[in-house]
């Protein structure tokens, strides 16, 4: 058994096609198959139903699947192992969702290059529980993201709380007429936040459903200035991190909302896989400066 064939069958059943398979690992697709069917027989075990599209496991193939992950981040801790002496060089993959990359990434990713010259970083957008499937497929490095505090990250990803901050709802100037106002009266003026598979809104909304209330979306968009500018225009209420309020341009234009019965929080997240090898100095620099960089 070929530690290569594993490696194939892992990249076949991520990325549910032999192509993309090839190109992850860049091969060509007759060799994928081959080593696939490799595998299956050394195996003695038929690991894909290759009568569905995408392709997909069989039963035995998603448990030998799920061993050959445990096997492979073995194998890759004995190579970190060995790798460890040297400078961190290569290719250094890093998550973080777009809510954060305008306030963290520039100085982080300076500070980076500036301490480890042969180091080249790699940055990927998306939300947090992306970045954790992408990271649980060998695709990152590290990620820092914004979760709820006590967050149970999966096996084999490595995580620390790096600062802890309130979500703050938000008005126009002056729209409101008090400054503390109930879920329930907050109703009828509407949100401004982002898609469906944001964490905030996701708590929003299941705070509201806990009275009974529906949640009413005026306008939804990405990017965390743009949603600011929108409320400080009268589009609706937001929801921001503390520390993406004070550091808006429209902060002068809006007002914190006390909520009464809403007080949520929320932590900055540094995650990784536990064996970093000599990615494990870059990555917690890249935690510090993140960290120094949303919360001061």
């Known amino acids: ?41 050394d195996l003695g075990a038929t690991l894909l139903d290759r009568n569905t599209k995408p392709l997909k496991p069989t039963p035995m193939g998603l448990r030998v699947y799920e061993q050959c992950k445990a096997i492979l981040r073995e194998i890759d801790s004995l190579r970190e192992l060995v790798a460890n002496d040297g400078a961190p060089s290569g290719t250094l993959r890093l998550g973080v969702p777009q809510t954060l990359g305008d306030v ?54 490595a995580s620390q709380s790096i600062a802890r901050m309130p979500l703050r709802v938000v008005a126009a100037k002056g729209s409101t007429g008090k400054r503390s106002l109930k879920l ?53 209420l937001g929801l921001v991190p503390e520390p993406l309020l004070q550091n808006s341009r429209h902060r002068d234009a809006l007002d914190v909302v006390n909520v009464t019965d809403f007080k949520p929080q929320v932590d900055l997240w540094l995650f990784h896989p536990r064996y970093l090898g000599n990615l494990q100095e870059p990555v917690e620099l890249f935690g510090r400066v993140a960290g120094q960089q949303l919360c001061g």
């Open 104 to 157: 963290v990434l520039l100085d982080a990713l300076a500070q980076i290059r500036e301490t480890y010259p042969d180091l080249r970083t790699q940055v990927t957008s998306g939300w947090g529980s992306s970045l954790i499937a992408r990271m649980e497929n060998g695709e990152l490095d590290a990620a820092a993201a914004l979760f709820p505090p006590g967050k149970i990250f999966p096996e084999g990803i």
């Open 184 to 236: 329930k009266d907050c109703y009828t003026r509407g949100w401004v936040l982002n898609p469906d598979g944001c964490g905030f809104r996701a708590g929003l909304q299941r705070a509201l459903s806990e009275q009974g209330l529906r949640l009413s979306i005026n306008l939804e968009t990405f990017g965390t200035e743009l949603q600011l500018g929108l409320v400080a225009n009268g589009q609706g």
């Open 1 to 41: 058994m070929k530690i290569d064939d594993m490696d194939a069958f892992v990249a076949v059943i991520r990325c549910q096609s032999t192509n993309l398979a090839a190109e992850a690992l860049q091969l060509t697709q007759p060799a994928i198959t081959r080593r696939v069917q490799n595998f299956e027989e």
